[in-house]
């Protein structure tokens, strides 16, 4: 079945610093979605990447979606401690499918002031 | 604006009780689905429906029933609890191959 890899694991930050989390699926993707869960919450849906190579850009998110649609990543300049939570991909199958998404593990960002 | 409920929010089980999770949305989405989240492993599909009255299930299915009698309404039965199913459950809906928007999430423990 489809496998979504997201790494690292664990991202550690100085306030300020930039921090990248990165997402390989072992298919071809119809489309990835991002979300952002906070400590005790739930997953927030924050974006979804459609087209080959497409970037998108939100405040200081910088979302973009490999040419091959099996990889992805997600930016943050000069983070801030709102930004503190677990950043979560989720791949849709190429062909459709309602067999929901794939999520990726999570990337856990800490931020230290 | 409600969009997905979960009920109840937190609950402790003893090992071999059962109890059935509510899950409700109001945005009239199609699709319904139960994940489970655990430390270092993400969200894992338990089970899904496509539409009222169907069913099926996801990725570690073992132990869970479902049932979606009302397109509104999506529960998660668990008929003998187990140490192993101490988690958080979330569940999302969505429509086609939109966001998926989450319940706050049910904490449980069995003990």
């Known amino acids: 079945g489809q496998q979504v890899m997201q790494i690292p694991q664990y991202q550690h930050v100085q306030e300020g610093e930039d921090f990248t989390t990165y997402c390989n699926s072992s298919t071809t993707l119809s489309n990835i979605q991002w979300y952002k869960q906070r400590p005790g919450g739930h997953p927030v849906f924050l974006i979804q990447?459609?087209?080959?190579?497409e970037v998108k850009k939100q405040k200081r998110l910088t979302f973009q979606f490999g040419e091959a649609k099996k990889n992805s990543s997600l930016h943050i300049t000069a983070t801030q401690t709102t930004d503190v939570g677990t950043y979560f991909c989720a791949g849709a199958a190429a062909g459709g499918g309602a067999d929901g998404l794939t999520f990726g593990k999570g990337t856990h960002l800490i931020i230290q002031p | 604006n409600a969009g997905v409920t979960q009920t109840p929010k937190f609950r402790v089980l003893k090992t071999g009780q059962s109890m059935t999770l509510l899950c409700a949305q109001d945005m009239n989405h199609e699709y319904m689905y139960w994940y489970r989240q655990d430390p270092g492993m993400g969200l894992r599909l338990i089970h899904y429906?496509?539409?009222?009255?169907?069913?099926a299930k996801g990725e570690v299915p073992d132990g869970y029933n479902v049932s979606r009698l009302k397109k509104q309404n999506f529960l998660l039965g668990l008929e003998s609890a187990a140490p192993s199913q101490t988690s958080v459950y979330f569940c999302?809906?969505?429509?086609?191959?939109?966001?998926?928007?989450f319940g706050q999430g049910t904490r449980l423990t069995v003990v």
């Open positions: 999302a809906s969505r429509s086609g191959d939109t966001e998926a928007f």
């Open positions: 429906s496509v539409g009222e009255g169907t069913t």
């Open positions: 990447l459609v087209k080959s190579g």
